[in-house]
T-cell receptor
Framework: NAGVTQTPKFRVLKTGQSMTLLCAQDMNHEYMYWYRQDPGMGLRLIHY???????AKGEVPDGYNVSRLKKQNFLLGLESAAPSQTSVYFC???????????FGQGTRLTVV | DAKTTQPPSMDCAEGRAANLPCNHS???????VYWYRQIHSQGPQYIIH???NNETNEMASLIITEDRKSSTLILPHATLRDTAVYYC??????FGAGTRLTVKP
């Protein structure tokens, strides 16, 4: 039981490049979330999903897209990376809206 | 905007109780209050949650006021390993800036 796994753990991108971050959970959770955390700041919700095939915008969705084609995976895409997207990205999942959430260990992304 | 308000930082002596407050005046009647903590730059870790009644588990206690507009997380005997950023949240999984708790020897 691996819990929540994020891939990759580190990445450096050039401005304008694209990439996809993968969040995988093996707990059969319905709800999944993507956050970004800038230095010294709290977590800001980017997008979330309440079930397979669904996605919704969070607090800071601009510049990101997401997909939830399979229940266990939640993908975060950057189509054209910008230096302002340099951050640590965290994924989380939980069984339902009232349950505790489990977080991944983060992806440290640097855009140069 | 974050709907929870927490002090940015607090200190606590090792072995003493740490009491971390959170104001959540906009919470609705069926929303739970959740507490998580983040040690260094690791992924946040769930601590405890509650609706109306006080809750206790092996990690902490949660005291929720009768009007539910605020709560207090209590670490009864803080250790150096409890140094972390503590976040309170609702069911919507949005977080504020949290409280940085430093436990000192």
């Amino acid at each position: 039981n691996a819990g929540v796994t994020q891939t990759p753990k580190f990445r450096v991108l050039k401005t304008g490049q694209s990439m996809t971050l993968l969040c995988a959970q093996d707990m059969n959770h319905e709800y999944m979330y993507w956050y970004r955390q800038d230095p010294g700041m709290g977590l800001r919700l980017i997008h979330y999903s309440v079930g397979e095939g669904t996605t919704a915008k969070g607090e800071v969705p601009d510049g990101y897209n997401v997909s939830r084609l399979k229940k266990q995976n939640f993908l975060l895409g950057l189509e054209s990376a910008a230096p302002s997207q340099t951050s640590v990205y965290f994924c989380a999942s939980r069984m339902d809206r009232g349950a505790e959430a489990f977080f991944g260990q983060g992806t440290r992304l640097t855009v140069v | 905007d974050a709907k929870t308000t927490q002090p940015p930082s607090m200190d606590c002596a090792e072995g003493r109780a740490a009491n971390l407050p959170c104001n959540h005046s906009t919470i609705s009647g069926n929303e739970y209050v959740y507490w998580y903590r983040q040690i260094h730059s690791q992924g946040p870790q769930y601590i405890i949650h509650g609706l109306k009644n006080n809750e206790t588990n092996e990690m902490a206690s949660l005291i929720i006021t009768e009007d539910r507009k605020s709560s207090t997380l209590i670490l009864p005997h803080a250790t150096l390993r409890d140094t972390a950023v503590y976040y309170c949240s609702y069911n919507d999984m949005r977080f504020g800036a949290g409280t940085r708790l430093t436990v000192k020897p």
